[in-house]
């Protein structure tokens, strides 16, 4: 299908923000089928043009509003700090732009709604940007549960930490705009627990180790859902973690070492449905026997960079009018626990 469309009309971005993840998006929406990089607006009009000249963009704007102004932008992608994705979705969908903004998508769900409510009155598609829940790999999890290969689903436990060593001017470490390890990467945990259940959780248990600067730098969450299934998850920005996922059943389990960004040489999972090692074997004794069935590995073919595929996906929603990968239902959900989280932690977002 990705092969097809590359002869098909190509949606034309704008990029709003030139930091760190627009960087990462825009070298991956090159080598996307369905976008072309039209234009980059920043805050500098030299930051701007030194973004255009790394990605080929020939119209460089020296402030967002001109960005929204150009007529050769159909699209927004935005990038900056959390607590300006709510003014600037706006404002993009009311200068007639379709709009994918960067998780998390807003400050909390009541901006969330407005953002959706704005852009279903303006007829334009606005998706938050979670790149891997486009990406085949994740899809293949889904399908591997649903399949019963690990029997009913029971538990999942997943991590995505850092240990970063700029603190100072880090935006993460600031609470007015949005900061926080929980809404910088706690938030792809929430959504791969709900995607996975299914669900919307029925009780929320949160701790978190604040840092001076008022936001959490290490956060632990327990998320209990209706079906039964557990969930668990730490986020942090001063503790080193595997970041994996571990999802269990009642007839094995599936490891992913690379959930949150998998790549073409790192994309795939095992699964297990080997007896695991009794914990109380005595000194000397045989080891306990596997169950028949091995540890499989599984692939999963990945055709594209993780961020075009995102884009891709985007571009299909607002060129084909296909249903965007990341619905307005999915994210509100998603905002919610967010919300509830902070509140059990004492995060004030200014």
Known sequence: MRILSIMSKKLRL???????????????????????????????????????????????????????ADKHVDAVYISGPNSTHHEWTLKSLRAGKHVLCEKPFALDAAQSEEMFDVAHSAGRVVMEAFMYLCHPQTSAIVDAIHHGNIGALKLIRTAFCYCTNKIDGNIRFDRSLGGGALMDVGCYCISLSRLLTGEEPSAIHAQAQLHKSGVDELTSVTLQFPGGVLASFTCGML????????????????????????????????????????????VGSAKPQASAVPRQQVRVPVEGDLFGIEADDFANAVLDGTTPRVSREFTIGNMKVLDEVRKQIGLRLE
């Open 239 to 282: 503790t080193h973690a595997d970041n994996t996922a571990h999802i269990s059943g009642d007839k094995g389990w599936i490891e992913v070492p690379w959930p949150w960004k998998p790549s073409a040489d790192k994309s795939g999972f095992v699964i297990s449905q080997n007896v695991a090692p009794r914990q109380n074997q005595a």
């Open 14 to 68: 704008g990029i709003l923000g030139t930091g760190n993840i627009a960087t990462q998006f825009a070298a991956g929406a090159m080598r996307s089928y369905r976008c072309t990089l039209a234009a980059v607006g920043s805050r500098s009009a030299a930051s701007a043009a030194a973004f255009g000249d790394q990605f080929g963009i020939t119209a460089a704007h020296g402030s967002y509003d001109a960005l929204l």
